[in-house]
């Protein structure tokens, strides 16, 4: 079975642009979170979202938002980049919510967004 | 909010060496899970270990829930363990906090 998938692996882009960002899931499961790596830092929680419905988010500015569809597949949107938003996102799935019990996180390989 | 403390920051370890990786938590241990990022950046899931001990190979983890640790032993290390070691854990309120990680360098 295939594992989290996202795309694009790398991504370029200036200030001030929008970047969308999406994660497939593995076959099953219902919920996706985000994260933020920064260079030589933990991965920083962004959202979690469970059956198409936002279930926590990190202390992110509104410029980031993200959503999830029907095929539990979702998209991150950071609007207005800034060169601080250059990092490792990465997206993880589990089968249920991610808090409950007995839900292990797995993550894809994520996306490397420069800032330029 | 939750506090996840890794130790030590850094470690160095000719091949061969045994080394044990700690994790404390602020607050009650809740789907803990230990991670090993690759140089490639890639996340490795090694444990999901909210209490007691798993072993898988040359890795074992041990949770004391009761008094929010958890440690991470790595036997007879090799090179190709080397990179980033992170716990993370969550309170059931949605939100997942990784540690800062403990980076590991394996010598041949």
Known sequence: DAGVTQSPTHLIKTRGQQVTLRCSPISGHKSVSWYQQVLGQGPQFIFQYYEKEERGRGNFPDRFSARQFPNYSSELNVNALLLGDSALYLCASSLSAAGTRNQPQHFGDGTRLSIL | ?108
């Open chain 2, 1 to 108: 909010g939750i506090q996840v403390e890794q130790s030590p920051p850094d470690l160095i370890l000719q091949e061969g060496a045994n080394s044990t990786l700690r994790c404390n938590f602020s607050d009650s241990v809740n789907n803990l899970q230990w991670f090993h990022q690759n140089p490639w950046g890639q996340l490795i899931n090694l444990f999901y270990i909210p209490s007691g001990t798993k072993q898988n190979g040359r890795l074992s983890a041990t949770t004391v829930a009761t008094e929010r640790y958890s440690l991470l032993y790595i036997s007879s290390s090799q090179t190709t363990d080397s990179g980033v070691y992170f716990c993370a854990q969550n309170t059931g309120g949605f939100k997942t906090i990784f540690g800062a990680g403990t980076r590991l360098f394996v010598k041949a």
